[in-house]
């Protein structure tokens, strides 16, 4: 899934209604598609690149553990692995748009959002130890490439096309 033009503009909503201007962090994953969950059934391989890889016998086939860019499972295999990973950290999937996760406190009101599209990932929330915490987690577990403290970030941030910046 990759997260709906007014699934981004209720995120940013409730990221400024809520006051979560200064705990809000923007982020680009870096190989993504190679951080996928295992490939299942029946294996698959691939030659290797016209250019070849350095060090390799240009004959070599090589047996694929992962989808890779390209191939049709990628995309899922993806998406299950970082949604599974966020939901082990107390978020659970909107009924809205499953790029959203909602992490609410025991009155159900909601403390963190995290917006995903592909490989790019904001998340917001109560200014707290645990969700400090949660966006740490969310760093070590998968290679960032870019990761922005959208509040200091003077002249913006683009995600999904979109050029977004804090205005007071």
């Given at each position: 899934p990759?997260?709906?033009h007014?699934?981004l503009?209720?995120?940013?909503?409730c990221?400024?209604?809520?006051?979560?201007?200064?705990?809000?962090?923007?982020?680009?994953?870096?190989?993504?598609?190679?951080?996928?969950?295992?490939?299942?059934?029946?294996?698959?391989?691939m030659f290797?690149?016209?250019?070849?890889?350095?060090?390799?016998?240009?004959?070599?086939?090589?047996?694929?553990?992962r989808?890779?860019?390209?191939?049709?499972?990628?995309?899922?295999?993806?998406?299950?692995?970082l949604?599974?990973?966020?939901?082990?950290?107390?978020?659970?999937?909107?009924?809205?748009?499953?790029?959203?996760?909602?992490?609410?406190?025991?009155?159900?009101?909601?403390?963190?959002?995290?917006?995903?599209?592909?490989?790019?990932?904001?998340?917001?929330?109560?200014?707290?130890?645990?969700?400090?915490?949660?966006?740490?987690?969310?760093?070590?577990?998968f290679?960032?490439?870019?990761?922005?403290?959208?509040?200091?970030?003077?002249?913006?941030?683009?995600?999904?096309?979109?050029?977004?910046?804090?205005?007071?």
């Amino acid at each position: 899934p990759t997260v709906q033009h007014t699934t981004l503009m209720l995120f940013l909503h409730c990221v400024v209604s809520f006051g979560w201007l200064d705990n809000w962090k923007s982020g680009d994953i870096s190989s993504a598609f190679l951080q996928g969950k295992k490939s299942e059934g029946e294996p698959l391989f691939m030659f290797q690149p016209k250019q070849g890889i350095p060090g390799v016998d240009s004959r070599q086939v090589f047996k694929l553990n992962r989808p890779v860019y390209g191939r049709p499972d990628a995309p899922r295999a993806w998406y299950e692995s970082l949604s599974g990973f966020i939901k082990q950290l107390g978020y659970e999937v909107s009924i809205i748009d499953p790029s959203l996760f909602i992490r609410r406190n025991i009155d159900g009101s909601p403390t963190s959002l995290i917006v995903i599209h592909v490989d790019d990932l904001m998340i917001a929330g109560e200014n707290t130890r645990e969700n400090h915490e949660r966006a740490e987690k969310l760093r070590e577990q998968f290679p960032f490439g870019e990761w922005d403290d959208v509040s200091e970030k003077t002249g913006g941030i683009t995600y999904c096309g979109k050029e977004i910046s804090i205005r007071e």
